[in-house]
């Protein structure tokens, strides 16, 4: 008989492809939009509704607050805006609203935006005709609309060289969604197992990358000597090929192509045949067979509906405007690619932004007559076109002058070639030395900010310039136990609580009132670190059973689902995109705000099935402390860091770039008993230059912050031991790199043992192999701890890649069946008996080895999913300025407050670490100030502390006033904000803007990382206890925040660091005798 578990598993099979990556819109049906005209309005119409039309639109909308005009859009494509410049990540999610420059897409490929903006959008309509005497425009449909105003933004098309057999089938042009999607079919179709891109420039990259994509093998053909040739010189070029090539494609340079042969043998610019090779004009080439060709040699304007008109067009094409992107005709305008501005097609989103922004000013002024009060006439004069590109994984940047005449003599180059690392730069300074011009950088362009700033912006430049040159990279924990029914159990170490406390208070408080909340504020069990949470909710299940009740397993009072019911909704969904963040989960399946127990439930679901970088798109609120920091929060707030190590192996270079590092950012160092390497007493804002240097020997995130799998331990087997019978490394490494980053319900560890010998404890493991003569014999469902689980067989004598099959359905079954916080040996317990009786294992054995459910090509796809998008979280944040800035440590100040100043740090065998925090209602614990309201008579400013922008949305960031550490935290979900100090008084640790913040029965709240203690935000009166926190009035004055505060002599008198700071000799937490005799003049105030 199947229990609830599996039934719930079953229901969830409804849709095997839903598991794929969902867009970030949800699909709905949206009635076609209509407009009302006026006879008072003018009607603006936009020629194409790509992304610089688009945003025309949204500039000139948000101008003309008085509804002076209505716009329509002609839309040729079967969808409304979206973003063709992160085409290639189509293929992501294949699904159009992904790119979606609104929202989503519904069937008809509208979104809500037109109807909701009164935009009349012509889809699937081109317009054909423009008549600028009556100034009328026609579409293809054979509508007419009268304009007051025109925008041409039809863009470009794709230039196809005139290659004998471009008419061939097979062979096609990069530019649109439809473009993919026909690519895709004639991939399947026809079997293509090889294909080449015409052009090696941007577009040509991105393209590669498509083909790439595509799971065929892509060939790079570039007519110039060196890719990107308008970007990067020959030493980049170099360098980006090593990169390009390694990824298994294959680039061509020089290569004049001849034509596209087909299977037949025909050269000829008629015949039909589905091309088969490229013909080269080059001595000595031979053809190069390919089953598909994409072009994506450059754009050229789409100005055909100019033509015949009085609108001036360039002598290569593209319709000529001045500065105000005015056309030579009457109220018609251009805009973005079909826009020549001074003899210059500008090819790129930022410069048709540029324009889009300069033309609905100057629409909105002297076309509609809305009084903008600018003090300049807006103008285009050019645009800056440095890039910083990510292309096929490589780093690719040009900025400023990177290319400047060979005659020019005002030229000195400094390069770095580093062939071995793959990163080359080149910077251009003037002959004195005393200004940057311009550079190129590929492999690496962590500083491209830095750079591209001093040569555009200009900027003093080191005593030695060549300081800029090199490359930013060049320069324990407790397992639990099972629980125990012996009533003198302890369960809560923070409260010295156990097993029979907990019992007394659920029959004390009945089967009607014993709700966990309650449970844990009668016996006080995970009210601390909430480690025990899960034991204590099981306890009460248990108890409840046996008092004839039973417990929810709800997650909180947001989900009235428990976390495999709330997985199987979300993974079963019609419409994935519906349900892919938190805010769509919530509204579709909850209600409130969410808290710190469904946030990171849900956001490990996110994970476990969309795999987003875990910072980005909203998802960083739903991270606890450890996750949002990418490191485990320690004693007095410092982070550890730990690097993975796969299979326990290293190199030299890496253990001395470990030594290094540790020795400049004094870390405690240990080797613990999984293989690792942990580093202790990091500051947050030092935790990515840390791992900038550890990521330049290779060195990736170990995961240790995360619920995901750990480690991968194991022996040295055959490679070196007398004993061993397989090559136990090379298989730990193998299983580490395939499962790293793969989140999950709770922490994962493996091990690979080289013999029977069994030394890296493999059967203790959640999942473990052990070798022999023939294979490995696969064991599942281990756990340490005080009570140790032996994990049980699944499989004897299986290979490595039967290994790897079995172990990706095992764990994919477990990550959506499994409960919050649920190890494998608690989750493979309960599921029901094999057909045979032979208990849970002969179950796995069925559903993994049998596929008795019909569900292993599911969990074989969706694993591979998680393994084909796994990304190093600290390299991404590393290179990314956007996401290392959420590292820093005040949003206000660059200043910093050191470790240091915050907990005192003692010796210990030649290394530091913070002193031990002093027991519950010891001094330094529950601080509380020294009156209710301690500034009600001072004498109080506004304080602006920050733009809007600067505070991310739905989690606390911390701001530095004098040198006291307040917490401001942007709750947008409810539209509200809050600022408090940022020191828990429960241990005197200034943690509380990295907490979850959400609500509880209404009360919005923030929950402390180290321990979860509850506080209201509002009062900052604990929730859960009878601590409190020193609030503060703030508010938003056009896009500003400002907090009302004393001044900073009074906060710091009572808030400031030096006196709150944990150390061995206690001092009065009022600091120094001048802050006392300020303060107690504050307090005898009549004011």
Not at 458 to 467: D, F, H, R, S
Not at 697 to 717: D, F, M, P, Q, W
Not at 1038 to 1055: F, K, Y
Request: proline share 4%; charged share 25%; aromatic share 6%.
């Amino acid at each position: 008989m199947k229990t609830a578990c599996l039934a719930l598993f079953l229901s969830g099979f409804t849709d095997v492809d839903s598991f794929r990556a969902a867009s970030p819109f949800a699909r709905h049906s949206t009635p076609k939009n209509s407009v009302q005209l006026s006879a008072e309005k003018k009607r603006v119409v936009v020629i194409g509704n790509g992304m610089v039309g688009q945003r025309f639109m949204e500039n000139l909308i948000d101008l003309d607050e008085d509804k002076k005009c209505t716009i329509s859009t002609f839309c040729e494509e079967p969808r409304a805006a979206y973003n063709r410049v992160k085409l290639t990540s189509y293929f992501e999610t294949l699904d159009p609203s992904a790119l979606s420059m609104t929202s989503e897409f519904d069937d008809e490929g509208r979104t809500p935006w037109y109807e909701e903006n009164n935009v009349e959008l012509l889809l699937n309509d081109k317009a054909v005709s423009i008549d600028t005497e009556s100034k009328i425009i026609k579409g293809a449909s054979g509508k007419e609309l009268e304009y007051d105003v025109a925008v041409f933004a039809t863009g470009s098309y794709p230039f196809v060289p005139p290659i004998p057999g471009k008419q061939r089938p097979g062979v096609f042009v990069y530019r649109t969604i439809e473009d993919l999607e026909n690519m895709l079919a004639y991939v399947k179709e026809n079997n293509v197992k090889s294909a080449a891109v015409i052009g090696g420039g941007l577009l040509g990259l991105e393209a590669a990358k498509a083909v790439a994509d595509m799971k065929v093998e892509s060939h790079i053909i570039e007519f110039a000597p060196i890719l990107m040739c308008r970007q990067i010189d020959q030493g980049g070029h170099d360098v980006l090929v090593g990169k390009i090539e390694e990824m298994g494609l294959q680039v061509h340079c020089g290569a004049r192509t001849e034509s596209f042969v087909g299977e037949d043998g025909s050269t000829d610019a008629d015949n039909m045949s589905p091309v088969s090779a490229l013909r080269f004009s080059n001595e000595d080439w031979d053809d190069l067979p390919v089953q598909m060709v994409v072009v994506s040699a450059g754009i050229k304007p789409r100005d055909d509906l100019a033509k015949d008109t009085d609108i001036a067009l360039g002598e290569r094409g593209g319709i000529v405007v001045d500065e105000q992107m005015k056309t030579s005709a009457d109220g018609i305008y251009a805009i973005g690619e079909i826009a020549l501005y001074n003899n210059f097609i500008y090819g790129l989103i930022l410069p048709g932004y540029d324009m889009a922004g300069v033309c609905a000013k100057i629409v909105a002024e002297e076309e509609l007559d809305i009084k903008l009060g600018l003090e300049e006439k807006p103008a285009f004069t050019g645009a800056d076109l440095s890039t910083k590109l990510k292309l096929l994984g490589c780093d690719v940047a040009s900025f400023g002058e990177n290319q400047p005449s060979p005659d020019d003599p005002d030229v000195s180059n400094l390069v770095w070639n580093d062939p071995l690392g793959g990163i080359y730069r080149k910077l251009i300074f003037n002959k004195a030395g005393d200004k940057l011009r311009g550079g190129v950088l590929v492999g690496d362009a962590g500083d491209y900010s830095q750079l591209h700033a001093l040569a555009v912006k200009g900027g003093e430049l080191p005593e030695n310039p060549g300081m800029l040159l090199a490359p930013p990279s060049a320069r324990g924990e407790v397992e639990e136990a099972e629980l125990s029914t012996d009533p003198n159990t302890q369960v809560c170490s923070c409260n010295d609580v156990s097993r029979g406390q907990i019992t007394d208070a659920i029959k004390e408080l009945g089967v009607e009132k014993a709700t966990l909340k309650e449970v844990k504020a009668c016996s006080r069990a995970g009210t601390g670190c909430g480690g025990c949470e899960g034991d204590v909710k099981k306890i009460l299940s248990q108890e409840l059973e046996s008092l004839g009740g039973s417990l929810s397993n709800n997650l909180c009072e947001h989900f009235d689902y428990s976390r495999p019911e709330l997985m199987a909704l979300i993974r079963t969904d019609s419409d994935p995109s519906s349900v892919d963040s938190f805010d769509k989960i919530l509204s579709k399946h909850g209600h409130g705000d969410g808290c710190e127990i469904c946030k990171p439930a849900v956001g490990s679901i996110l994970s476990s099935i969309y795999n987003g970088q875990i910072l980005d798109e909203g998802r960083m609120e739903l991270q606890e402390t450890n996750d949002r920091s990418l490191a485990n929060m320690q004693r007095g707030g410092s982070y550890s860091v730990v690097p993975r190590v796969p299979g326990g192996e290293l190199s030299p270079d890496q253990l001395i770039q470990m030594g290094k590092t540790a020795k400049k950012f004094n870390l405690y160092s240990k080797v613990t008993g999984a293989c690792r390497i942990d580093f202790f007493g990091a500051a947050k804002y030092q935790l990515p230059d840390i791992w900038e240097e550890l990521g330049s020997v290779g060195l990736e995130s170990g995961h240790a912050y995360g619920k995901s799998l750990r480690t991968v331990k194991s022996c040295v087997g055959s490679t070196w031991c007398r004993y061993g019978v397989q090559d136990s490394v090379s298989f730990a490494v193998r299983v580490e790199n395939r499962y790293k980053g793969v989140r999950s319900p709770h922490k994962m560890k493996s091990a690979v043992s080289g013999c029977v010998r069994e030394c890296a404890e493999a059967q203790g493991k959640d999942f473990g192999m052990i070798a022999t003569e023939h294979g490995y014999n696969l064991y599942v469902g281990g756990n340490g701890g005080v009570n140790p689980v032996h994990a049980q067989l699944l499989a004897t004598d299986i290979d490595e890649d039967t290994v790897i099959k079995y172990v990706d359905r095992y764990l994919m079954y477990y990550i959506l069946t499994a409960d919050r916080l649920e190890r494998t040996a608690p989750w493979q317990a309960k599921l029901p008996s094999g057909k045979n009786g032979g208990g849970p294992i002969e179950h796995l054995k069925e559903v993994i080895i049998e596929d008795s459910l019909g569900i292993c090509d599911e969990l074989d796809e969706r694993m591979q999913y998680l393994v084909d998008s796994y990304h190093d979280e600290w390299a991404e944040v590393v290179k990314d300025p956007a996401r290392r800035a959420k590292f820093k440590q005040f949003v206000n100040t660059d200043k910093v407050q050191t470790r240091e100043e915050m907990i005192e740090f003692v010796d210990m065998r030649g290394q530091e670490r913070p002193i031990n925090w002093p027991a519950d209602g010891e001094a330094q614990t529950n601080w509380k100030p020294p009156e209710t309201d301690v500034f009600a008579r001072s004498e109080k400013t506004w304080v602006t502390v920050g733009k809007t922008s600067d505070f991310e949305a739905n989690v606390g960031s911390a701001i530095l006033y004098g040198e006291s550490q307040l917490a401001v935290f942007n709750n947008e979900r409810e539209g509200e904000w809050y600022c408090t100090q940022n020191m828990c008084p429960h241990k005197q640790a200034f943690v509380l803007a990295q907490g979850i913040i959400g609500g509880l029965d209404g009360i919005a709240k923030v929950a402390c990382p180290l321990h979860k203690k509850q506080f209201g935000l509002a009062d900052g009166q604990q929730l859960d206890g009878d601590l409190s926190l020193i609030t503060f009035p703030i508010k938003i004055e056009g896009g500003d925040v400002l907090v009302e505060l004393p001044s900073e002599v009074e906060v710091d008198a009572i808030l400031g660091s030096s006196g709150l700071r944990v150390q061995s000799s206690c001092m009065d937490i009022t600091g120094t005798s001048l802050e006392k005799d300020i303060l107690q003049g504050v307090k005898n105030s009549t004011v």
